[in-house]
């Protein structure tokens, strides 16, 4: 980029605006924490409009009218379409809106949220996605969102931790583990594959399944529930720290995701970042994170998936090499690009009062990750 960040990045005011509370283990939240420590270490000044300030308007004015901020970044097109409306009344300061997968992927087509993303996307400033290929949605969508889309993919950071996990869930040590990490709602899936490994315990008896995840929604958290008080191989807590996700993720043996729609998750990148073997469901945000069968298997049905447990167990290799290489492409991505430097840049830019197609084409020539 042109743009000098030196000696200006102190004066820059960021509010950003998460629908969830900052301490939630969600990954928008993850997301604004991330940023606000790595915007901060930069000079930046920020401010975070977390739940449930983000949905009442007296504390938007008042925290907009204290910290008056040059740019206001809003993580989920949808889930902060309220206080972006409410923040268009109160300031001038250019809205930059990252979409964060399931607004992009799914709500975008959906005819009861499609209206407010829309709202949101067309007075946005800058549209922020992780990939090229969810930027060429955007441009097939509305030619016009093209021009101020730029492309700044999702970070990482995995505290290093020490808790025994399987001690403190009662679970064997010599079982052989999946875990997994995602919220109790339909599009991550989190109840798919428990049928199948149910099956596969008729030949493995030592498999469990091991899940951290709040509460969402209702239906997926009894069904969870019942099958849960059924079946004794299968352990749940609703939340566990950030600080100790890498403890977490190492006490499973195999990292499963088996969403229906994803942007750039987390939980997938922190399981790599762990060095997990990953066995992920075989989505488009999936496969733009590794390459399969060398950085995670893949799996569309449930005979895919017994093929691969087939081979993970059977193989500790196997699991071995793809832990190694899925490290490995985390860590090459993170040194490659710096989330938080690219925000600040554009932010810059953006309060220097660059025309936004210029800085639009700046950020995708300066692109490193390259879809594979």
Known sequence: MKLETAGTSSRLRTLICTPFALHDPKGNSVAARRLQ????????????????????????RQMTQRFQPDVILLLHAWRCATVAGILRTLSRAPHVTSL??????????????SGAIESVLETSAVIVVFRRVAAKRLAACKRAWAAKTV??????????????????????????VFGAVCGLREVKRPLLVLPWISRLREQYHH???????????????????????KHSWVYHTNQIPHSEMDSFLRSADVFV?????????????????????????????????AEANREALFFSNQ?????????LINKPEL???????????????????DEAQLYLQLFLALKAGRNIREIAEEFI??????EK
């Open 37 to 60: 420590t790595g915007l901060t270490r930069l000079g930046a000044l920020v401010e975070v409009l977390d739940y449930p300030a983000v949905e009442n308007p007296e504390l938007i």
């Open 257 to 289: 995701a088996a969403s229906r729609s994803e942007g750039m998750p987390h939980a997938v990148r922190e399981a790599m970042l762990a060095g997990r073997p990953c066995l992920l469901s075989d989505i488009e945000g999936h496969r733009a994170l």
């Open 207 to 229: 498999l469990a399944w091991m899940h951290t995840g709040l509460p969402v929604e209702n239906d997926v958290t009894e069904t969870l529930r019942v099958f849960a008080s």
């Open 303 to 311: 005979t895919e998936f017994e093929e691969a447990v087939h081979a």
């Open 151 to 176: 492309i700044i993919p999702n970070g990482v950071q995995l505290p290093v931790s020490n808790v025994r996990y399987r001690q403190q869930l009662g679970i064997a040590q010599d079982a052989f």
């Open 100 to 113: 964060r997968g399931t607004d992009l992927n799914e709500m975008l087509d959906d005819p009861a949220t």
């Open 365 to 370: 020539s300066i692109q490193v990750p390259v």
């Open 319 to 337: 699991r071995a090499s793809l832990g190694e290489a899925a490290q490995a492409r985390i860590r090459r991505d993170l040194a490659e690009s």
